[in-house]
Nanobody, 115 residues
Framework: QVQLVESGGDLVQTGGSLRLSCVAS????????MGWYRQAPGKQRELVATISSGGSTNYADAVKGRFTISRDNAKGTVYLQMNSLKPADTAVYYC?????????WGQGTQVTVSS
């Protein structure tokens, strides 16, 4: 059974930082491309950042220079370090694992940035 479990979401003030974690089980983690997505109320889910199985990263323009995605294959965990947070970053953040036609999602963790 595949599970992606996110943690680290919280209420933080503008300019603050958070680190999200996503622990994966039931998959060969090192083979999967991993990503973080977010969905704000009334909006579609959008890409935040991805990291390939080889370690290449990609970021949405809105978070470039503020967020950093990383992975620890030994721990089966992907991280999202979020700095200089803005109210516009408020959303539920979802972890995603993808390998060819296989795709899995976590349940999400709430990030709220107060002004």
């Amino acid at each position: 059974q595949v599970q992606l479990v996110e943690s680290g979401g919280d209420l933080v003030q503008t300019g603050g930082s958070l680190r999200l974690s996503c622990v994966a089980s039931g998959i060969i983690f090192s083979r999967y491309n991993m990503g973080w997505y977010r969905q704000a109320p009334g909006k579609q889910r959008e890409l935040v950042a991805t990291i390939s199985s080889g370690g290449s990263t990609n970021y949405a323009d809105a978070v470039k220079g503020r967020f950093t995605i990383s992975r620890d294959n030994a721990k089966g965990t992907v991280y999202l370090q979020m700095n200089s947070l803005k109210p516009a970053d408020t959303a539920v953040y979802y972890c995603n694992a993808r390998l060819e036609w296989l795709e899995y999602w976590g349940q999400g963790t709430q990030v709220t940035v107060s002004s």
